[in-house]
């Protein structure tokens, strides 16, 4: 009961200031109501969570009793973020067909975690990968490696969630982008502290439901502007963009090969990658739940992301050109990242606005809920109590650990997210995706299939991924011009997952072959062992 209260008082404090702000502004009353529904209803979810939760297990992974249904829509809803429903329809929006690659890249993906990696990962592992990565290698220094892996994908990724968030509300209620901000990371913050992985799968499966109908009426509705005609569809796209034919060609987006391929690459072996995707795999009971997982979880995005091609093209000629949704320099209102909710009020009035507002708000904080989990488990999880407390931790304060680390993750997101405002937050999950690619992915998929893997190749492999990833995105086009306001960047390409996994990938096979430590002796002759409980788990799985 104090818990609830205390979640009320919090939600009042930080709801306050929207009331006053939006008692002096003209609002979109439905779209006002439905946001204050949506956010009662997730707090109520993580009261009811927050009452279940009395373990390590229960916070980390939900006790391990989801299904796999559940989970594959857990996962899609992790999945389908603002960077896909905001920035994808906005990266279409603006420049056409170019704007597809994201939605092919993050789709395939699935068929690598499904085919290499989720009943293995589910066997081998309890909490978060590093468990499947160190089974065999030494733990200090591989858990170091993976937390500071997966804290840069997390705060990347977090990044453009915040900022599609401020974007968002900043338009819903009219106040600043950062009290927008401000407010999601306390909410977040709220949800993963109080109500632990429970509390952030059902949020996570109640946005997706919501998500897949929102989208699935708004495609409905710009079909039946063109009578179900997608010769129509391009042809009315055509007409009312600037760039006229050149829309339906590639190159507006992504105009050399390397960035091309260095894009495809990230956003094909990145989801093998992402800390908070590979976590959902420990929620469920065996590694047969973990493979229906994928497969659900498959159908829903393909599916989603099908119908954002339909949103983005309909963007273009029922927003585009009308003046409502346009600023005095006739940019559209809120940047490209809003398309997809202008066009909702643009088919379905306010109160279909309302309805895509609150999904695309509950789209936010279930994935922000994932990601901050995701992170403090790293710090709470892999640093704490399996670095420094030689896994024997306190079960009550790694808890407790966990919980000051996401308030901070928070708060450096809040920060991050003010900084990188004009960002397309499809781009930023991009960026997130090559470090996922150049760190987590090289050094988990060789841990499950390759014998030859050593200790120090793992770290020092992984670490050349990790810097070099990192440092090609700091001297990039992104940070180094548009943040930082060099004239010219250092690496000239925005991608780097080319060139910062293949130096994983080099860097971690060179170092293991000429490794000949007794440590490398026995990480090799262990491998026989992972292996056999890769594919058949523990002894008592199956009891």
């Not at 205390?6 to 939006?22: D, M, T």
């Not at 009035?349 to 989990?373: H, K, N, Y």
Request: contains cysteine; charged residues 10%; hydrophobic residues 55%.
């Amino acid at each position: 009961m104090l818990r609830m209260r205390f979640l009320l008082a919090l939600v009042c404090l930080s709801g306050f200031p929207l009331l006053g702000w939006a008692s002096e502004k003209s609002v979109n009353i439905p779209a006002v109501s439905m946001f204050f529904m949506f956010v009662t209803g997730t707090l109520f979810i993580t009261w009811w969570a927050a009452r279940r939760t009395r373990t390590t297990s229960d916070f980390y992974a939900a006790g391990g009793k989801i299904t796999g249904f559940q989970n594959g829509l857990a996962i899609a809803g992790d999945y389908m973020s603002a960077a896909s429903f905001l920035g994808l329809s906005g990266l279409i929006f603006a420049s056409g067909f170019d704007g597809i690659i994201y939605s092919v890249g993050f789709l395939v993906g699935w068929p690598i975690i499904l085919f290499l990696l989720a009943e293995r990962l589910r066997n081998l592992g309890r909490f978060t990968f590093a468990d499947a990565v160190s089974f065999r290698l030494q733990p200090v220094p591989i858990r170091s490696l993976s937390a500071c892996g997966t804290l840069t994908v997390v705060l990347l990724y977090l990044v453009a969630q915040m900022v599609g968030a401020g974007k968002l509300i900043e338009v819903l209620f009219g106040f600043p982008y950062e009290l927008a901000v401000a407010v999601v990371g306390v909410l977040m913050i709220l949800y993963v502290t109080f109500g632990g992985m429970i509390a952030t799968t059902w949020v996570q499966i109640v946005k997706a439901v919501l998500l897949l109908s929102g989208a699935t009426f708004l495609a409905f509705a710009v079909l039946w502007e063109v009578d179900f005609s997608f010769e129509r569809l391009f042809r009315s796209a055509i007409d009312n963009h600037t760039s006229g034919k050149l829309i339906l060609a590639p190159g507006r987006l992504i105009s050399d090969p390397i960035s091309a391929i260095s894009l495809g690459l990230a956003l094909m072996f990145g989801t093998a990658g992402l800390p908070h995707i590979l976590m959902r795999f420990f929620t469920v009971p065996d590694a047969k739940e973990a493979r229906k997982s994928v497969i659900f979880a498959t159908g829903f995005v393909g599916y989603f992301y099908s119908l954002l091609f339909v949103i983005g093209f309909g963007a273009i000629f029922l927003v585009g050109p009308n003046t409502a949704y346009l600023d005095v320099t006739g940019a559209i209102i809120g940047g490209s990242n809003m398309a997809a909710v202008h066009l909702s009020q643009a088919v379905g009035g306010d109160f279909f606005l309302g309805f895509i507002s609150a999904v695309a708000f509950a789209t936010i904080l279930a994935v922000v809920s994932g990601l901050t989990l995701a992170g403090a488990s790293a710090i709470s999880h892999d640093v704490y109590a399996s670095v420094f407390c030689k896994g024997q931790p306190k079960e009550g304060t790694e808890i407790l650990v966990s919980k000051f680390a996401t308030i901070a993750l928070g708060i450096t997101a809040m920060i991050l997210g003010l900084s990188f405002e004009n960002q397309n937050v499809a781009y930023m999950v991009g960026l997130a995706f090559a470090i996922a690619a150049s760190v987590n992915f090289p050094i988990l998929f060789l841990s499950m299939y390759w014998s030859g893997l050593t200790s120090k190749g793992a770290f020092i492999g992984g670490s050349i991924g990790l810097g070099s990833a990192v440092a090609c995105v700091i001297t990039g086009p992104t940070i180094w011009v548009d943040i930082l306001g060099n004239a010219e960047p250092i690496f000239p390409y925005k991608h780097p997952a080319l060139f910062s996994m293949t130096a994983a990938f080099a860097s971690i096979y060179l170092v293991s072959i000429f490794d000949s430590s007794d440590e490398a002796a026995h990480a090799k002759s262990a491998f026989e062992n992972q292996f056999v409980r890769s594919l058949v788990g523990p002894l008592n799985s199956e009891k």
